[in-house]
């Protein structure tokens, strides 16, 4: 069976400081790699998606970037978070040919 | 480009009253994925239902929706709501990528 986690769960964090986030995804070989993100009491709005290692298509950037280090991780970051940057972030794969979404746990950010 | 539409905003019903949420979608693919998912309070989304055929009812949980590929629309469907139902629901198209609508939240109120 596929699991995808991400970390940290939650995270405080400073206007100006830098973020990374991860998202694993085991017993998947292969996937589609997407993030979202979802401002409190918003809606999802996807930021990148990734076919393949190496390889991110921006979306929405929102001053954050992406990468996909190995075939079953995805990082998110920025250098700089702004306040606008609090919210929820899902990480999800992709499957079937229709690219069905299976969504992480996700990890809430709050930006002071 | 690609882009699909739903009903914006918030719905509010009584239990037990019907379900209708709007979904239209615009493709050039010939062969489009529809899908909609629904996000509990303080939960991730999940696959409600999905379908790739023209015309045919497809059903899951007490929802349904059938795809109309004449009037591009998915629209979902229950006959009887429930508090439950309570949620945030997105339609969603795949045609060689992933688009999410902008969501419906739904408030069922007893």
């Known amino acids: 069976a596929q699991t995808i986690h991400q970390w940290p769960v939650a995270e405080i964090k400073a206007v100006g400081s830098p973020l990374s986030l991860g998202c694993t995804i085991k017993?998947?070989?292969?996937?589609?790699l997407y993030w979202y993100w979802q401002a409190t009491g918003g809606t999802l709005q996807q930021l990148f998606y990734?076919?393949?290692?190496?390889?991110v298509e921006s979306v929405v950037q929102l001053n954050l970037s992406a990468s996909r280090p190995k075939d079953d991780q995805f990082i998110l970051s920025t250098e700089k978070l702004l306040l606008s940057h609090s919210g929820f972030y899902l990480c999800?794969?992709?499957?079937?040919?229709?690219?069905?979404?299976?969504f992480g746990p996700g990890t809430r950010l709050t930006v002071l | 480009g690609d882009s699909v539409t739903q009903t914006e905003g918030l719905v509010t019903l009584t239990e037990g009253l019907p379900v209708m949420l709007n979904c239209t979608y615009q493709?050039?693919?010939?062969?489009?994925?529809l899908f909609w998912y629904v996000q509990h309070l303080n939960e991730s989304p999940r696959l409600l239902l999905k379908?790739?055929?023209?015309?045919k009812r497809t059903e899951h949980q007490g929802f349904h929706a059938t795809l109309h590929k004449s009037s591009s629309s998915f629209h979902l469907q229950k006959s009887s709501a429930q508090l439950s139902d309570s949620a945030l629901y997105y339609c969603?198209?795949?045609?060689?990528?992933?688009?999410f609508g902008k969501g419906t939240h739904l408030h069922v109120l007893p």
């Open positions: 969603a198209l795949y045609a060689y990528k992933v688009i």
């Open positions: 999800a794969w992709g499957s079937g040919t229709g690219d069905e979404q299976y």
């Open positions: 990734s076919i393949t290692v190496g390889q």
């Open positions: 017993g998947k070989s292969s996937p589609n």
């Open positions: 379908s790739f055929t023209d015309n």
């Open positions: 493709t050039i693919y010939s062969n489009p994925f």
